[in-house]
């Protein structure tokens, strides 16, 4: 099939979500839609992970990344709360396609800084990988301050803000976050976020310095990427988002 760029994804989902309207969860769904978008990869966590049930979870995403390899890459899903939680993920980023670590404050009502998330940081560090976390303003687990608060302490560590503050507030606290922090990466995903948003996102802190993301299977993959492609940028700065900031982020990643 002849793709009008190497779109990557940075972040999505398989799974379903109970208190959200998801019509097609599947792992051969998702792949069928990046198929119709022109998308060549999607770094997905499993949403059954992120939410009750993290070991679960990431046995289901492991079995997606075989039955789709190279389509699909994985963020584990790592839970603050279980004690196996660094043995856990360890094995995890063994796994072939296996790119990184997930963390979601807001979820796990645990600050992003704190220290129960610190073992995920420092393995995904140890090991060259990626590290996305949800960002939210406004959460006391969760928002750009937090941010500033941890990515110091790992330099190096590619850090994507998920969501880049989620709200419009939010996006000027993200947008100073990354200019204090050289590894924070801000990704584009949500249902607020529009074509002008990015737009004043990326000439505030650089094209390179911001990645596609979808939420699908959570959000609709089809909007979020309309958004990149219909906005007013260059089309060297659209490349970047699309794929070229993921494109080095995952080189040494996978």
């Known amino acids: 099939m002849s793709r009008v760029a ?6 999505g989902h398989i799974g379903r979500w109970p208190a959200f309207a998801v019509p097609d969860g599947s792992p051969a769904g998702l792949v069928a ?10 770094c997905v966590s499993h949403l059954l992970a992120v939410g009750p049930d993290a070991r679960a979870g990431n046995a289901l995403l492991l ?3 075989a039955a789709h390899p190279g389509r699909l890459l994985g963020y584990a899903v790592y839970d603050p709360h279980d004690r196996q939680g660094p043995e856990r993920l360890r094995d995890l980023l063994d796994v072939p396609g296996v790119i990184g670590a997930k963390l979601h404050p807001e979820v796990h009502r645990t600050a992003l800084d704190d220290p129960a998330y610190a073992p995920a940081f420092e393995i995904a560090a140890g090991r060259g990988r990626i590290v996305l976390a949800h960002s939210q303003h406004g959460s006391p687990w969760a928002d750009a ?3 500033t608060a941890v990515s110091p302490r790992y330099p190096g560590l590619p850090l994507l803000m998920g969501h880049s503050g989620l709200f419009p507030e939010g996006y000027g606290p993200a947008v100073r976050a990354a200019a204090r922090c050289p590894d924070l990466v801000l990704e584009t995903c949500g249902s607020r976020m529009t074509a002008r948003h990015l ?6 802190v650089g094209a390179e310095r911001v990645a596609f993301g979808s939420d699908a299977v959570f ?7 309309g958004r990149v492609l219909l906005a007013d940028l260059a089309e060297p700065d659209r490349r970047w988002v699309l794929h070229g900031t993921m494109d080095r982020l995952l080189k040494g990643a996978r």
């Open 199 to 204: 737009v004043r996102i990326v000439a505030e």
């Open 63 to 65: 079995d997606a990344l």
């Open 219 to 225: 959000l609709d993959l089809r909007t979020g990427l």
């Open 6 to 11: 190497d779109v990557v994804d940075a972040h």
């Open 33 to 42: 839609m990046m198929d119709r978008c022109h998308v060549a990869v999607s």
């Open 145 to 147: 301050g937090r941010f």
